[in-house]
């Protein structure tokens, strides 16, 4: 390998927003033959809004978001962000917990509010009926990623967020494709929201994994890599670090947290897809100059 090649490469990678953090990185883009894609800040823009609101208890929609808010302004998840979002002057909260890919838990105003997903609510004693899970059923059906609030111990309603598909994903999709690569839409939102994106950027729904918690990702990978895979992952959050550690070839969103930066091996600075696909054609020519 001549230094000076390598130079060129990862000083033209530099001019275009792509970190590539050694050598070996390039000879790894050559190999790779499936490429997961993280789903919320990596395909869609990561911004979420709340999209709608199903009261099931005696707080209005008003109130319940006020609550929700408050507990989710310590969120680091961009639900936490939407839904804070909703209120301008949210009240403290106290004995704040969370878990990643599960949802948040706190004290406001002297009630206990929990927010997040079906199985969270379960780890805290919470049991949603039939009908109110038809209620959440509905809001997840229609697309959106929807979560349980919950004040006291009793579901209090439910609340939908959507996500935009970034501009760019689908051709990026594309190009990934263009280059040999079979990509994988991996989530830890539900089914619908997952198969509504997919759709989107054209990845066949026999290639999308939802519903996955944060130790799934890992498992994922690891066993694309049983079955033959070469596998690249794309992520930005804090549960895809270890997935991004895992893979073959981990590349980071630029706007991603800094523990998945820190796992990956190529960071991509614009935090698009279509960067994506550019860091894996340039890794690959720069490759071919040196050899
Ligand atoms: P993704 O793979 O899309 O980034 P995560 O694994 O971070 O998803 O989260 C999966 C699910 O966990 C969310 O769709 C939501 O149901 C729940 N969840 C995670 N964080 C929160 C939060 N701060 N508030 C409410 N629900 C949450
Ligand atoms: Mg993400």
Do not use: C
Request: proline letters at 4%.
């Amino acid at each position: 390998a001549t230094p000076t090649a390598l130079l060129t490469g990862s000083g033209r990678g530099a001019q275009l927003g792509i970190l590539i953090r050694g050598p070996q990185v390039l000879e790894d883009t050559r190999t790779i033959d499936t490429i997961v894609l993280d789903k919320t800040g990596t395909i869609t823009s990561g911004r979420l809004s709340v999209s709608g609101v199903e009261v099931l208890g005696r707080y209005g929609s008003d109130e319940l978001l006020r609550l929700a808010g408050a507990v989710e302004a310590a969120s680091e998840h961009p639900i936490g962000a939407a839904i804070a979002a909703r209120t301008s002057a949210l009240p403290a909260v106290t004995a704040f917990t969370s878990a990643p890919g599960g949802g948040v838990r706190g004290t406001v105003e002297g009630l206990d509010v929990v927010v997040g997903r079906t199985g969270w609510l379960h780890e805290h004693g919470i049991l949603p009926g039939a009908a109110e899970s038809g209620v959440f059923g509905v809001a997840e059906s229609a697309g959106a990623t929807a979560v349980w609030v919950a004040v006291d111990g009793a579901v209090a309603g439910v609340v939908s967020l959507t996500d935009t598909v970034k501009d760019g994903s689908a051709r990026a999709v594309r190009q990934l494709k263009e280059l040999g690569l079979r990509p994988i839409l991996l989530t830890g939102d539900n089914a619908a929201a997952a198969a509504r994106v997919a759709a989107e950027v054209g990845i066949p729904p026999a290639d999308v994994r939802a519903g996955v918690l944060p130790e799934g990702k890992v498992a994922v990978i690891r066993a694309l890599q049983q079955e033959g895979a070469t596998v690249a992952m794309a992520g930005d959050g804090v549960n895809d670090a270890p997935a991004l550690a895992q893979a073959d070839l981990g590349i980071a969103m630029g706007s991603g947290t800094d523990v998945a930066i820190e796992a990956a091996d190529i960071t991509v600075m614009g935090s698009s897809l279509e960067q994506v696909a550019q860091a894996v054609r340039l890794s690959r020519r720069t490759l071919a100059t040196i050899k």
